[in-house]
């Protein structure tokens, strides 16, 4: 059995639990007030004495009331108010009963003394308290590293697996099934062919997942200067090397550079690989082009592909079990982000798409 509380029902549990502390702020003005029906001190005096520390007390209670501080913890604040105004206003008590010493305003000492205790039992009632929290904060954050770390462990293996078991079987899949292709022909190479796309789909799956786990294992502090015109140029040339049949023109100005990590070829291989994977036309034809900014480089890749559906563009760059782009273009807007970056979707229509990634310049 649950217990859920709603957060009308916390506030008024919150203000009930803090009724003690209150209570003794009242209690204590209450009987300042009596005590100075007794009292030949001035009315000054009397404020002096009577009324502030009941009203800071109830000050006190209503910080308490607001601040963060768990209500299991007033209880234990009004006790240290108890009992060190019970302490402190024995020692009225102990000199009103001593034949041997006189005091001339024995409500007035007695008001004192309990104000006096009550106001340092709050004190130090909020200071165990805070002490409490922290202490328990400082767990909390500990435990939550302890299990931060044992899920990275648990993704380490993962990659392990991924990069030194599964990668390596599906290479040998791939390499065997080219090996048989130069053999046939008809629809048996077609199916090889086919068979040699889904295998080059799962590598490539595999490295961003490789990919995705590095960049939420390290920090921002391990980007550095990254050199923009060179990664675009080499990945261009390697879409070029795969797919031989797309057209591709660049206008990628030398010099650009970004802060970025060993991961950013990652951004735009698969920005590429997407823009002709998805692209029917004859032939698939791409641009690239960077342009500079006084303080961003925004790169936007066009194809000439039948645009992205709208019920596809609504989650584009979200992660999701399956999906016509992939894991990919998650791992796109991880890393474009983790580099202090953006990307977006231009334009797409039935001519083409434009994605253009922004990301801010690093002066090298």
């Known amino acids: ?14 203000t009930w639990s803090a009724v003690p502390i209150g209570a003794f702020g009242i209690i204590h003005l209450i009987g300042s007030a009596v005590a100075f029906l007794f009292s030949s001190q001035q009315p000054a005096i009397h404020l002096l004495f009577f009324g502030i520390p009941g009203t800071i007390i109830l000050g006190g209670a209503y910080w308490v009331n607001q601040s963060h501080l768990s209500p299991a913890r ?11 105004a019970i302490g402190i206003a024995l020692v009225p008590l102990l000199m009103i009963a001593s034949t041997s010493i006189t005091i001339d305003s024995p409500p007035l000492a007695i008001v004192i003394a309990t104000g006096v205790g009550g106001f340092g039992g709050l004190l130090a009632g909020i ?31 993962l990659n392990h697996l991924l990069r030194h078991d599964l990668a390596n079987d599906l290479t040998v899949i791939r390499g065997r099934t080219e090996l048989l292709l130069d053999d046939v022909d008809g ?5 090889l062919e086919t068979v ?19 960049a939420t294992r390290n920090d921002e502090d391990t980007l550095t200067t990254k050199s923009l015109s060179t990664v675009l140029e080499q990945e261009v040339t ?3 090397s795969a797919y031989p049949e797309v057209h591709v023109e660049t206008d990628i100005p030398a010099g650009v550079t970004v802060r970025a990590d060993a991961l950013l070829p990652s951004v735009f291989s698969n920005l590429l690989r997407n823009a002709v994977v998805h692209n029917p036309s004859t032939p698939p034809e791409i641009h690239v082009a960077v342009a500079r ?63 253009a990634v ?3 310049r690093q002066i090298a």
């Open 358 to 360: 922004t990301l801010p």
């Open 74 to 84: 007033y209880r234990r604040i009004a006790g240290w108010m108890a009992i060190t």
């Open 127 to 157: 200071n165990e308290a805070l002490a409490i929290e922290r202490a328990r904060d400082a767990e909390r954050e500990r435990l939550a590293k302890d299990h931060a770390e044992e899920q990275r462990e648990r993704l380490e293996q």
């Open 187 to 191: 629809e048996t190479a077609t199916e």
């Open 293 to 355: 900014e006084d303080a961003t480089a925004t790169v936007r890749i066009t194809d000439n592909g039948p645009g992205i559906p709208d019920h596809v563009l609504e989650n584009l760059f979200e992660a999701a079990d399956q999906g016509d782009h992939g894991f990919g273009l998650y791992l796109v807007k991880t890393l474009t982000e983790r580099y202090g970056g953006s990307v977006t979707v231009e334009a797409t229509s039935d001519e083409g798409t434009t994605i």
């Open 1 to 14: 059995m649950s217990l859920s509380l709603s957060p009308t029902r916390y506030l008024n549990l919150r």
């Open 196 to 214: 040699i796309r889904q295998t080059d789909a799962a590598i490539e799956l595999i490295q961003n997942v490789r990919a995705y786990l590095e």
């Open 238 to 240: 390697s879409l070029q």
